[in-house]
């Protein structure tokens, strides 16, 4: 079983909607990333969280330690939107590595 | 803004080449990341280093080497290039504290034939 795990794996949207992407991981944690990759290839970091919600703009990250659970959420999706979504959790310690999920790509449809 | 730069966008190598791919970080990050990304398996840790000439293995390191002589900048060696290490390479850098964000370059698609 992979460490973290994302959900659905593929994900199309109608633009206007509300999108929820989900992230389970099986280790301990000091912080959750969530990464979006557009295609092409570069990596922009969204969010960094250990506790909570964080909100930018029409993203809205949130993590429950307790569940090893994480969610991002997008509000009022839109074409430019589509991407693959990407979870990583960071273990404790300096100098800690990052450990991926494999991605949810998501289509928003105009 | 942070900048972390990688030498290729796309390159091609024949069977048993070297290869040297370079990655350059502009905000002094202690921490620098190779990965690999492939269809299916997500992004997996090839090498890592968090200070000059410090290196340490990720979960793939077979065939592949690193050399950090200068903070700023973090090479990925493979000796003898094979077709089974065709890929989109990463580079990533994050400064050396507890929760600090990671920064990517912009990938280096590399095909062996």
């Known amino acids: 079983k992979n460490e973290v795990e994302q959900s659905p794996q593929n994900l199309t949207a109608q633009e206007g909607e509300f999108i929820t992407i989900n992230c389970s991981y099986s280790v301990g944690i000091s912080a959750l990333h969530w990464l979006q990759q557009h295609p092409g290839g570069g990596i922009v970091s969204l969010f960094m969280l250990s506790s909570g919600k964080k909100k930018h703009g029409r993203l809205i990250a949130t993590i429950n330690i307790q569940e090893k659970h994480s969610s991002l959420h997008i509000t009022a999706s839109h074409p430019r939107d589509s991407a693959v979504y990407i979870c990583a959790a960071q273990r404790p310690g300096a100098n800690s590595k990052l450990t991926f999920g494999k991605g949810i790509t998501l289509s928003v449809r105009p | 803004d942070v900048k972390v730069t990688q030498s290729s966008r796309y390159l091609v190598k024949r069977t048993g080449e070297k290869v040297f791919l370079e990655c350059v970080q502009d905000?002094?990050?202690?921490?620098m990341f190779w990965y690999r990304q492939d269809p299916g398996l997500g992004l997996r840790l090839i090498y890592f280093s968090y200070d000059v000439k410090m290196k340490e293995k990720g979960d793939i390191p077979e065939g592949y080497s690193v050399s950090r002589e200068k903070k700023e900048r973090f090479s990925l060696i493979l000796e003898s290039a094979s077709t089974n290490q065709t890929s989109m390479y990463l580079c990533?850098?994050?400064?050396?504290?507890?929760?600090?964000?990671?920064?990517f370059g912009n990938g280096t698609r590399l095909t062996v034939t």
């Open positions: 990533a850098s994050r400064r050396g504290q507890h929760n600090s964000p990671l920064h």
């Open positions: 905000m002094d990050h202690e921490n």
